[in-house]
């Protein structure tokens, strides 16, 4: 059975920092390309970043360009987000989400077909 598990989220005042961590299991995901999204209190999820299968190319949501990294760990079945300058508006849950796909650029929920349970990100002010 394939599972996408976050972990690394927490309280965080603004301008800090958090690294989250998706580890897959279940299978091998080096062929898989890996999202992040998130979703805030009383909104729709949003897209914020994703990373190729290969490691070679991520994209990122405007609102979050510049401060978020995504990266694949050696072993290509874990993925990470780390985030930087956070600000308020940036706390959500957030997901991680796989597809076994060479596509370049995947920002929306239906093209992912499995997905982790969450992990809680506050940014107080």
């Known amino acids: 059975q394939v599972q996408l598990v976050e972990s690394g989220g927490g309280l965080v005042q603004a301008g800090g920092s958090l690294r989250l961590s998706c580890a897959a299991s279940?299978?091998?995901?080096?062929?898989?390309?890996m999202g992040w999204f998130r979703q805030a209190p009383g909104k729709e999820r949003e897209f914020v970043g994703h990373i190729t299968w290969n490691g070679y190319n991520t994209y990122y949501a405007d609102s979050v360009k510049g401060r978020f990294t995504i990266s694949r760990g050696d072993a290509k079945n874990t993925v990470y987000l780390q985030m930087n300058s956070l600000k308020p508006e940036d706390t959500a849950v957030y997901y991680c989400a796989a597809r076994d796909t060479a596509r370049s650029y995947l920002p929306k929920e239906s093209e992912y077909n499995y997905w982790g349970q969450g992990t809680q990100v506050t940014v107080s002010s």
């Open positions: 279940g299978r091998t995901f080096s062929n898989y390309a």
